[in-house]
């Protein structure tokens, strides 16, 4: 087990390349600054904030980071995951994503990227929303239409290397936003390096971008949210939080990681949650 200080094993994204890392770091470091008197240092046993199976195959670090009661911040929770494939490549999924509680009705921002090869990348990126945007049509021309967040997925999928991605998951298709990037790069064999400038020239300042929105809008927006409106939030976050640990973690840590890693992990987070 390497005994590095945890939050240094986020931070350094080991298993990515350079543009895929400077992506991440900045992303975190800048939402760490931009929040840094609502945020509460990361109280996460260490053996959660970096953990390995018996076999060193698979390797992931957490930052889970909750924030002062009188904030608009839930938490905000960043993650690496390395995994060792049987066909001698690895997965890398790399994500953030900020919570916002019941005080505002704002969107959550979520960034994720998934390799599973040198020249193959998937990205999500969206504010996913809090509110129906049936019946909430100021919502949707707030965030989603007046921001232009559909020019930046307009922008991805012109590049001939990018085609869309669709989950199987018909509940993550469910919560994100009609703006939702939800791409898959993929590049020849053997053009590594192809991606690594899609990553820097494209999808860096397109995340930065959306990041920069959130952070402004979102986080640090004031919204005027009535009491029985802010039960229902509460409500819908509490389902939503719990069906994202059971979608991204729950089948696939005791996979990777074994039974009592899992286990151990899970009930950390669900503290926070």
């Known amino acids: 087990m390497n005994h590095h200080h945890p939050r240094s094993k986020l ?22 600054a931009h929040l ?36 608009q ?13 049987p066909t001698g490549g690895a997965l890398n999924i790399t994500s953030f ?20 090869s040198p020249t193959s990348m998937i990205l999500i990126l969206d504010l996913p929303p809090r509110k129906d945007l ?3 049509d100021e919502y949707l021309k707030t965030f989603y239409e007046d921001t ?15 085609k ?3 989950t199987s998951s018909l509940y993550i298709r469910s919560v994100v936003s009609p703006t939702a990037i939800m791409v898959r790069i993929e590049t020849g064999t053997d053009e590594a390096e192809q991606l690594e400038e899609i990553v820097r020239d494209h999808v860096s300042p397109i995340a930065k971008e959306v990041l920069q929105i959130w952070l402004e809008l979102c986080a640090c927006g004031k919204r005027e949210v009535e009491q029985e409106e802010m039960i229902a939030l509460a409500k819908r976050d509490k389902i939503t939080k719990s069906k994202t ?14 039974e009592v890693a899992a286990a151990r992990v899970l009930e950390s987070l669900k503290e926070v949650y």
């Open 11 to 32: 931070m350094e994204f080991p298993y990515v390349s350079a543009p895929h890392r400077n992506l991440m770091v900045d992303i975190v470091s800048k939402v760490e």
């Open 36 to 71: 840094s008197s609502s945020l509460l240092p990361c109280t996460l046993p260490q053996d959660v904030e970096y953990f390995e199976n018996e076999s060193g195959t698979a390797q992931s670090a957490l930052l889970v980071r909750s924030a002062v009661p009188s904030s």
């Open 73 to 85: 911040i839930d938490f905000i929770l960043g993650s690496w995951l390395h995994c060792g494939l």
């Open 97 to 116: 994503s900020g919570y916002l509680n019941s005080s505002t009705d704002a969107p959550n921002f979520l960034v994720e990227l998934i390799q599973s």
């Open 134 to 136: 049936v019946l909430h």
């Open 148 to 162: 232009l967040l559909d020019d930046k997925r307009k922008h991805l999928e012109k590049l001939v290397e990018v």
């Open 164 to 166: 869309p991605y669709f």
């Open 245 to 258: 640990i059971e979608i991204d973690l729950g089948s696939n840590l005791p996979r990777l990681f074994g």
